[in-house]
C-alpha cells in the first residue's frame, strides 16, 4: 500500500511564497518520477513540476522562474517551492509518483490528497 501525505497549502498574498510537501509510505515502493500537478475551478488538471529519479526537472512554461522542486530519497518526500506567487497560481496541488514494487514490475501511478493554495489579490 502507498500513500501520499501532502502538507503546506494555504493562503498567501501575491507575491508571497510557500513550500508543500509530499512524502510517500509504503514499504519496498520503488518510487521513479515525482511530481506536481494542480487544477483549478472549471480547468483540467495540469502538470506543475516533474523530477525524474537522477533528478532531471520539468516545468510548466506558466512557473518557470518562480518554482522549484526537489526530492529527499531518504526520505521519499518532494517539494515544490513556490515563489513570486500570482492570484493565477490559486488551484488545489496534487502531488503524483510513479513507481513499482519490483524492478520487473510496470510503474503505477499514485495520487495525494490535493492541498489548497489560495493567492490573493
Known amino acids: 500500500q502507498v500513500q501520499l501525505v501532502e502538507s503546506g497549502g494555504g493562503l498567501v498574498q501575491a507575491g508571497g511564497s510557500l513550500r508543500l510537501s509530499c512524502a510517500v509510505s509504503?514499504?519496498?515502493?520503488?518510487?521513479?518520477?515525482m511530481g506536481w500537478y494542480r487544477q483549478a475551478p472549471g480547468k483540467q488538471r495540469e502538470l506543475v513540476a516533474g523530477?525524474?529519479?537522477?533528478?532531471?526537472?520539468n516545468y510548466a512554461d506558466s512557473v518557470k522562474g518562480r518554482f522549484t522542486i526537489s526530492r529527499d530519497n531518504a526520505k521519499n518526500t518532494v517539494y515544490l517551492q513556490m515563489n513570486s506567487l500570482k492570484p493565477e497560481d490559486t488551484a488545489v496541488y496534487y502531488c503524483?509518483?510513479?513507481?513499482?514494487?519490483?524492478?520487473?514490475?510496470?510503474?503505477?501511478?499514485?495520487w495525494g490528497q490535493g492541498t489548497q493554495v489560495t493567492v490573493s489579490s
Open positions: 503524483n509518483v510513479r513507481g513499482a514494487f519490483s524492478p520487473l514490475l510496470p510503474n503505477t501511478i499514485y
Open positions: 523530477i525524474s529519479s537522477g533528478g532531471s526537472t
Open positions: 509504503g514499504s519496498t515502493f520503488i518510487i521513479n518520477a
